[in-house]
Every structure is written in structure tokens, then in C-alpha cells.
């Protein structure tokens, strides 16, 4: 079997989360089994919405209630967020013990490294449990440098132009 790369997907440009959808998809093709775990994404989504399709292929786990942006939360609010992030860490370690997929998407668990809910090294530590044969991706918009250094690859994705500059809304329903 071929070994499994360690995939990042980071920047601060839209479509680091589809990316690794498609990553998935692909392997999906190939007729391998694909988990995605999101980390601080709670809200519906229409790639959600569309990925419940493709059970029991291709997963996706949340451990998080809805709640508002993370710089918008107090204290509570985010000591309770860090407890889910927990589960959610934990659920991914099963699932790398277990071999439970050929490919594993922890999406947007960079923003929660960001946003100092674990550390790098609890990462790191969660890297080393990879399966040979198994296909992770993050996500997330900045790679603290030794994840970094653990990655086969890396794909900066910036933003040229956002709607948000231009002070322009999404329309509801869909993420900008």
C-alpha cells in the first residue's frame, strides 16, 4: 500500500475547506473511505448538507454546538468550546488507532492551534499516531512552523479580493 502523506491546506483565501472536500472526493474514487472532522464550524453548510450523500463513505463529524465567532465568545463560552475541540481530538485519535478510514480531514484545526484551544505540540503529538497508509489533511489559515515541518504538502490559498472589503454580505446560506 502507499504511504499516506500529511496534505496542509492554510492562507487566508476561501476554499482551504473545499480543497480538502475534494481531496476527499477523489479518494472517494478510488474507492476509499474518507473522515472529516471540523473543528469550530458548527453552523449548516451546503457542503455538509451534500457530503450526508455520501455516507457511509465519506463522514463528517462536528462536537460543537452552534455558537457565534470565536473572538466573540467569553471566557465560558470558549472554556466550554475547548471541552468539545477535546472530543473531537479524541474521536480523531480513535479513529487514527483504529484505522477506521483511508484518509482523515481535520478541518480548520489549525484555527483552533490559532486560537490557542491546543497547543502545537498536541498536534504534533496527534501527527505521530498517523497510519503509514493513511491520507490527513488540515486546514486553517496560519501552520505554526514544526507542523509545518511534519507536512508532505503545503498549498497557500490567499485571498486577491474579498466581498467583505467592498462591504459586500454573503447571501444567506452561503459562506463567503
Same mark, same amino acid.
Given at each position: 500500500?502507499?504511504?499516506?502523506?500529511?496534505?496542509?491546506?492554510?492562507?487566508?483565501?476561501?476554499?482551504?475547506?473545499?480543497?480538502?472536500?475534494?481531496?476527499?472526493?477523489?479518494? *472517494?474514487?478510488? =474507492?476509499?473511505?474518507?473522515?472529516?472532522?471540523?473543528?469550530? !464550524?458548527?453552523?449548516? /453548510?451546503? $457542503?455538509?448538507?451534500? &457530503?450526508?450523500?455520501?455516507?457511509?463513505?465519506?463522514?463528517?463529524?462536528?462536537?460543537?454546538?452552534?455558537?457565534?465567532?470565536?473572538?466573540?465568545?467569553?471566557?465560558?463560552?470558549?472554556?466550554? *468550546?475547548?471541552? =468539545?475541540?477535546?472530543?473531537?481530538?479524541?474521536?480523531?485519535? !480513535?479513529?487514527?488507532? /483504529?484505522? $477506521?478510514?483511508?484518509? &482523515?480531514?481535520?478541518?480548520?484545526?489549525?484555527?483552533?492551534?490559532?486560537?490557542?484551544?491546543?497547543?502545537?505540540?498536541?498536534?504534533?503529538?496527534?501527527?505521530?499516531?498517523?497510519?503509514?497508509?493513511?491520507?490527513?489533511?488540515?486546514?486553517?489559515?496560519?501552520?505554526?512552523?514544526?507542523?509545518?515541518?511534519?507536512?508532505?504538502?503545503?498549498?497557500?490559498?490567499?485571498?486577491?479580493?474579498?466581498?467583505?472589503?467592498?462591504?459586500?454580505?454573503?447571501?444567506?446560506?452561503?459562506?463567503?
Amino acid at each position: 500500500m502507499k504511504k499516506g502523506l500529511i496534505q496542509i491546506y492554510c492562507g487566508n483565501g476561501k476554499g482551504k475547506t473545499t480543497a480538502a472536500i475534494g481531496q476527499g472526493i477523489r479518494a *472517494l474514487g478510488h =474507492e476509499l473511505k474518507v473522515i472529516m472532522i471540523q473543528f469550530l !464550524k458548527a453552523t449548516p /453548510t451546503g $457542503e455538509v448538507a451534500i &457530503l450526508k450523500k455520501l455516507e457511509p463513505d465519506f463522514k463528517v463529524f462536528r462536537f460543537e454546538k452552534p455558537r457565534d465567532f470565536f473572538w466573540n465568545l467569553n471566557e465560558e463560552q470558549k472554556k466550554e *468550546l475547548k471541552y =468539545e475541540i477535546l472530543n473531537g481530538i479524541n474521536f480523531a485519535k !480513535k479513529v487514527l488507532d /483504529t484505522r $477506521e478510514c483511508d484518509m &482523515l480531514i481535520l478541518d480548520e484545526i489549525l484555527g483552533v492551534v490559532e486560537n490557542h484551544l491546543l497547543t502545537e505540540e498536541e498536534i504534533l503529538a496527534l501527527l505521530e499516531h498517523k497510519p503509514d497508509e493513511m491520507e490527513l489533511i488540515l486546514t486553517g489559515r496560519i501552520v505554526p512552523p514544526n507542523i509545518a515541518k511534519k507536512a508532505h504538502y503545503i498549498s497557500t490559498i490567499n485571498a486577491t479580493k474579498h466581498p467583505f472589503e467592498q462591504g459586500i454580505s454573503a447571501r444567506q446560506g452561503i459562506e463567503y
